[in-house]
C-alpha cells in the first residue's frame, strides 16, 4: 500500500488549504487514516482521524478548524484546514491503518508541508 499526501504550501494566517491522502494498492476501501504533523523541533501529533465508521477525531488545538473527510470510491482522505495559524506550521503525514488476519499494518505517507506566514 501507498500513500500519496498532497496539498501543502504557503498560506498567510487566516487562510485555508486542503490536504489529500490518496491510498494505492489496498485491498481495503475503508481504513482508519489519521493526519499527523510535525513542527521542527517537536514530536508528531496526530491532528485528526477517521475511524472506518466515519466517526471523526480532533486534537484540541485545532477543532472548529480542521476537517477531515473521506472519498470512498477514490481510496482518499481529506484534511479541510481552515483559519490557518502560525502555530499550524509543519511537515504533515496521513497514516493508514490496515488489520489482515491477526496482522496489523501502518502505512505512512510521505510528508506535505503546511506552512503559515503571520
Known amino acids: 500500500v501507498q500513500l500519496q499526501a498532497s496539498g501543502g504550501g504557503l498560506v498567510q494566517a487566516g487562510g485555508s488549504l486542503r490536504l489529500s491522502c490518496v491510498a494505492a494498492?489496498?485491498?481495503?476501501?475503508?481504513?482508519?487514516t489519521g493526519w499527523y504533523r510535525q513542527a521542527p523541533g517537536e514530536r508528531r501529533e496526530l491532528v485528526a482521524h477517521?475511524?472506518?465508521?466515519?466517526?471523526?477525531n480532533y486534537v484540541d488545538s485545532v477543532k472548529g478548524r480542521f476537517t477531515i473527510s473521506r472519498d470512498i470510491p477514490k481510496n482518499t482522505v481529506f484534511l479541510q484546514m481552515d483559519n490557518l495559524k502560525p502555530e499550524d506550521t509543519a511537515l504533515y503525514y496521513c497514516?493508514?491503518?490496515?488489520?489482515?488476519?491477526?496482522?496489523?499494518?501502518?502505512?505512512w505517507g510521505q510528508g506535505t508541508l503546511v506552512t503559515v506566514s503571520s
Open positions: 477517521i475511524n472506518s465508521d466515519g466517526s471523526t
Open positions: 497514516k493508514r491503518n490496515e488489520r489482515l488476519g491477526m496482522n496489523e499494518y501502518d502505512y
Open positions: 494498492g489496498s485491498i481495503f476501501s475503508i481504513a482508519p
